[in-house]
């Protein structure tokens, strides 16, 4: 599960991540915004159930449950809004998801990882 966790988090985390298969994705190669959000939100709510907090030490924890509040906040509001942007605009422009992307990035500093050295393919690989 933490393997899982953390690369979610690095495809929320990574602007090349985000580049390479958002905005530049193709028919055969190609992820949703939503999707990504999705798997991060359960994920991180996972880490809150009893057989996974020992995996976690507590800067970890405080993060994630950071992330999670974030996310919950976003509201049906961001994602009416994200649908009318192109998917560079979301990417490139929405500060929200900029927020989201660092504070993603902020727990993978907590695990030892920095995205922002990683090719988007070495993310799939994790």
Request: glycine share 4%; proline share 1%; hydrophobic share 45%.
């Amino acid at each position: 599960m933490k393997k899982r966790l953390i690369q979610a988090l690095a495809r929320l985390a990574s602007v090349a991540y985000q580049d390479a298969y958002i905005v530049h994705g193709t028919a055969d190669e190609y992820v949703l915004p939503e999707d990504i959000v999705e798997d991060v939100a359960s994920l991180c709510q996972l880490t809150t159930k009893s057989q996974y907090t020992d995996s976690f030490n507590a800067v970890q924890r405080e993060k994630l449950a950071n992330l999670q509040r974030g996310l919950k906040g976003l509201g049906n509001e961001f994602w009416v809004k994200a649908h009318d942007l192109a998917a560079g605009q979301l990417v490139h422009e929405s500060e929200v998801w900029a927020r989201l992307r660092s504070m993603s990035a902020d727990c993978l500093q907590s695990f030892g990882i920095d995205v922002r050295e990683m090719a988007a393919t070495e993310i799939d690989s994790m």
